[in-house]
């Protein structure tokens, strides 16, 4: 997915925010990565290794502006995690077998 998409997908789902020029830079999900320098995440959105998380953070943010993600009651799942496709591990019957002879 392109950050575009990432980011109407966020508004598709919560909604868009009370004030069109909230960013996501000022919202309190968008986290710098803890590894790579300028480069942002959504908490909301979540981080996986098969999809691009990367995120800009000077565009218009989503209904979740400034509510904290991991704060909501009932509890929720990352985005990524519903939007993104699942990757499979398919193991055979004879991978886990020890030969004896």
């Known amino acids: 997915m392109r950050k575009t998409e990432n980011v109407r997908s966020m508004q598709n789902v919560y909604g868009y925010p009370s004030s069109e020029v909230s960013s996501c830079h000022q919202c309190c999900n968008c986290q710098p990565y803890p590894n790579k320098n300028n480069q942002y995440c959504c908490i909301a959105y979540g981080i996986t290794n098969h999809v691009n998380c990367d995120w800009n953070p000077h565009q218009i943010g989503c209904g979740l502006h400034n509510k904290p993600f991991y704060g909501m009651m009932p509890k929720r799942r990352p985005l ?22």
């Open 80 to 101: 990524v995690e519903i939007v993104a496709p699942k990757r499979r591990i398919e193991m055979r019957d004879d991978d886990n077998q020890i030969t004896m002879f």
